[in-house]
């Protein structure tokens, strides 16, 4: 199974650490109150939306033609989905988070900002190389332009620790 899981672990596993550099080198003041307002709306946007993502890809075989492409086994599917829903769940409880700066919060919103334009690169990417649709390709530049407007959000509700 280790073997099926490499891609991910690679690409999120960077995701990961740029996320808690992120978290651990930027801090938010007490008195930014309104925009970790607006970082946790953004965030609330881009859960909804790779929840959709997500669900697309499950539905889709993702894991399966993942694997088909980059000749690996396949991921089980039911591991993709509870890794998914898991930190579905992480981004949920980070939401209350974000507005009151926990830095544990700002690390899984940082992640989902990096992940999410992660995706909107890659899902294109991995459809020409299939030489058609890939599973996730239709939600990927939603969840890339929320992540996006996340990472704006955040950068302005945090600032870098001098």
Same mark, same amino acid.
């Given at each position: 199974?280790?073997?099926?899981?490499?891609?991910?672990?690679?690409?999120?596993?960077?995701?990961?650490?740029?996320?808690?550099?992120?978290?651990?080198?930027?801090?938010?003041?007490?008195?930014?109150?309104?925009?970790?307002?607006? +970082? @946790?709306?953004? %965030? #609330?946007? /881009?859960? =909804?939306?790779? *929840?959709?993502?997500?669900?697309?890809? &499950?539905?889709?075989?993702?894991?399966?033609?993942?694997?088909q492409l980059l000749d690996l086994p396949a991921m089980p599917m039911s591991f993709f989905v509870v890794f998914n829903?898991?930190?579905?769940?992480?981004?949920?409880?980070?939401?209350?988070?974000?507005?009151?700066?926990?830095?544990?919060?700002?690390? +899984? @919103?940082?992640? %989902? #900002?990096? /992940?999410? =334009?992660?995706? *909107?690169?890659?899902?294109?990417?991995? &459809?020409?190389?299939?030489?058609?649709?890939?599973?996730?390709?239709?939600?990927?530049?939603?969840?890339?332009?929320?992540?996006?407007?996340?990472?704006?959000?955040?950068?302005?509700?945090?600032?870098?620790?001098?």
């Amino acid at each position: 199974m280790l073997l099926s899981l490499l891609p991910s672990i690679v690409v999120l596993g960077l995701a990961a650490t740029a996320a808690i550099a992120l978290a651990l080198t930027r801090t938010s003041q007490t008195e930014h109150t309104a925009q970790r307002r607006e +970082a @946790a709306n953004a %965030l #609330a946007l /881009a859960l =909804i939306l790779q *929840g959709i993502h997500f669900a697309e890809e &499950a539905l889709t075989g993702f894991p399966e033609r993942l694997a088909q492409l980059l000749d690996l086994p396949a991921m089980p599917m039911s591991f993709f989905v509870v890794f998914n829903v898991t930190w579905l769940g992480i981004w949920v409880v980070s939401i209350p988070g974000i507005r009151s700066a926990h830095t544990g919060a700002f690390f +899984a @919103a940082w992640f %989902l #900002a990096i /992940a999410g =334009i992660i995706n *909107g690169v890659a899902h294109p990417l991995l &459809a020409v190389a299939s030489g058609g649709y890939f599973p996730g390709l239709v939600s990927s530049p939603f969840i890339a332009v929320a992540a996006i407007w996340l990472w704006q959000r955040l950068s302005r509700a945090t600032l870098s620790r001098s």
